[in-house]
């Protein structure tokens, strides 16, 4: 048997900062790296990973490099979402880091879902006609060849997060909307956008067992929901949602199910512990399925980094590890 850990990690921002402002790349990876070596992983979704500029050369995860350093994943393969070439995206690029060969690669964003068109109510000035919600990120999905050479499929996520979509006229900054109903709104549109998102995703993957009923999927990354919120369950396929007893080879499931419920958490919020960040993997893969982490021991409350506008070296949320022995 060979053991295969595969982890997703949302590293928050992680990039260059400029000459004195805290706390530095330097300081991040002093205390992030540790938590790298930690994971002990074979593959990694990683988050919000931003790129660097580089003097007549593509744009490059060039700090994410730095932090590998010195790990087990120091020489693996960064499959990254990309705008075009070469370049990677200015900021949260998806990142699958892999030690196992990569077959082939791919990013969705509206290809198996188009964006939907939506009237705003209260717009200023008022919406002449429906306007796009198109998805700020996209879906990356790399397959990859594991030692009992069958394929798996990784599909990192990022979706959107509750903040609400802007509203033209209806923001007085960031975070001071001048009407509820406006607010509200965002939030709808916001929820629409992660809804795209959760769509496509589950239909990448009923497309990947159209072809393959026997292929092996793990979606990971930052959900930005519970494994009981609506867009979770929509990548789920649940048969008791789909009442198709048919169906039940294409559900997927949370590995974190077997973590301890007191310690199921990746994000702290106003005191309380979220799960936010999943693993869901193919009915198929729990044949090799050994069991879960999750690295919450020192996550802080991120938001108390808004109320007083400190920011914190290590990430606002916790990586999750799943191990997997494989023939």
Same mark, same amino acid.
């Given at each position: ?29 002093? /205390?992030?790296?540790? *938590? ?10 990683? *988050?919000?990973?931003? %790129? ?17 350093? @010195? ?9 990254? =979402? ?61 397959? /990859?060849?594991?030692?009992? %050479? ?36 965002? #939030?709808? /549109? ?6 795209? *998102? ?41 048969? $008791?949602?789909? @009442?198709? %007893? ?6 997927? #499931? ?27 993997? =193919?009915?198929? /893969? ?6 879960? $982490? ?34």
């Amino acid at each position: 048997m060979a053991e295969l850990r595969v982890a997703t990690f949302n590293l928050e921002n992680f990039d260059e900062t400029a000459a004195g402002e805290r706390p530095s790349l330097g300081e991040r990876i002093t /205390l992030m790296r540790p *938590q790298i070596a930690r994971l002990r992983a074979d593959v990694v979704c990683f *988050q919000e990973v931003n %790129g660097q500029e580089r003097p007549g050369r593509p744009r490059a995860l060039l700090a994410l490099r730095e932090l590998l350093t @010195g790990t087990a994943l120091e020489r693996a393969e960064l499959v990254s =979402t990309r705008p075009q070439g070469d370049e990677v995206y200015d900021e949260r690029n998806l990142v699958v880091a892999t030690a196992l060969p990569v077959v082939a690669r791919e990013q969705l964003k509206h290809q198996l879902v188009a964006a939907p068109r939506y009237q705003r109510l209260t717009a200023v000035p008022a919406d002449a006609a429906p306007v796009e919600v198109s998805v700020e990120r996209p879906i990356l999905h790399v397959e /990859l060849s594991t030692p009992d %050479g069958l394929p798996l499929h990784m599909i990192n996520v990022h979706l959107k997060s509750k903040i609400p979509t802007p509203i033209p006229g209806q923001t007085v900054d960031a975070y001071t909307w001048r009407a509820a109903d406006a607010w509200a709104e965002g #939030v709808f /549109l916001s929820s629409m956008k992660r809804m795209a *998102q959760a769509v496509e995703v589950r239909r990448l993957v009923d497309r990947i067992l159209d072809a393959d009923p026997a292929a092996r999927v793990i979606v990971a990354g930052d959900f930005n929901a519970t494994p009981d919120d609506v867009p979770v369950l929509a990548i789920r396929g649940n048969v $008791e949602d789909t @009442g198709n %007893g048919d169906l039940a080879g294409r559900v997927l #499931v949370p590995i974190e199910n077997t973590v301890p419920l007191s310690n199921r958490y990746t994000l702290f919020h106003q005191g309380r512990g979220e799960m936010l960040d999943h693993l869901l993997v =193919t009915r198929n /893969l729990l044949a090799y399925y050994r069991g879960s $982490e999750i690295h919450n021991e020192v996550l802080h409350d991120e938001s108390a980094s808004f109320a007083t506008d400190r920011k914190y070296p290590e990430s606002d949320h916790a990586p999750v590890v799943a191990t997997f022995d494989l023939p």
